[in-house]
Each structure stands twice: as C-alpha cells, then as structure tokens.
C-alpha cells in the first residue's frame, strides 16, 4: 500500500510540476465522469476484497467466495471503464 501511495505522490507531483510549464495542456477532469465511477469502483474493489479476507478468516468460506467474485466484477469493471477514459481523452 505504501509503494502505492508513493507512486501515486509522485504522479502527482510531476503533473503539478509539468503544468507550471508555459506549453502544459490541462486536462479537465470535470469532463470526465467516468474516472469518477471507476474510482468508486475501484473503493467497492478493495473493499470486498478485505471482506473477504474477513469471512476467510473466520473460516465462512460461501461467504469468502461471493466477496471474492464481488471483488473480480467490480475491478474488471474497473479495468474497462479506465479503457473508456482512455479512448475519450
């Protein structure tokens, strides 16, 4: 999680760094509402994903699987939505 969390400061920092420069392009992200559906997607992800961990671990294995296949829907939803944004921009 925290090399993730790197990455992401990173990313960030480099945008805010690239747009200071007199030739930056902004992209409007208010244009892109997609982006905010995958973000939610991709919370609902890792959030069945720990629920999972959870009924694992309390050995409720039917309940595991379902939060597992929740978990594979909502982050292959995630993938194609990020593919969409993608072909907009």
Same mark, same amino acid.
């Not at 969390?5 to 480099?14: K, N």
């Not at 609902?44 to 050995?59: K, M, N, Y």
């Not at 379902?66 to 969409?84: I, K, P, Y």
């Given at each position: 999680?925290?090399?993730?969390?790197?990455?992401? #400061? $990173?990313? /960030?920092? $480099?945008?805010? !760094?690239?747009?200071? *420069?007199?030739? =930056? /392009?902004?992209?409007?992200?208010? &244009?892109?509402?997609?982006? =905010?559906?995958? /973000?939610? *997607?991709? !919370? #609902?992800?890792?959030?069945? +994903? &720990? @629920?999972?961990? %959870?009924?694992?671990? @309390?050995?409720? @294995?039917?309940?595991? @699987?379902?939060? +597992? +296949? *929740? $978990?594979? #829907?909502? %982050?292959?939803?995630?993938?194609?939505?990020? %593919?969409?944004? =993608?072909?907009?921009?």
């Amino acid at each position: 999680m925290m090399s993730m969390t790197i990455l992401f #400061a $990173a990313l /960030t920092s $480099a945008y805010v !760094v690239r747009m200071g *420069l007199g030739e =930056w /392009t902004s992209i409007h992200f208010e &244009a892109f509402p997609i982006l =905010w559906v995958t /973000t939610g *997607l991709l !919370v #609902a992800t890792s959030f069945f +994903l &720990a @629920r999972a961990l %959870g009924r694992e671990r @309390r050995e409720v @294995r039917k309940e595991a @699987r379902r939060s +597992l +296949l *929740l $978990a594979g #829907a909502a %982050g292959g939803l995630f993938v194609l939505g990020q %593919g969409v944004a =993608w072909v907009q921009v």
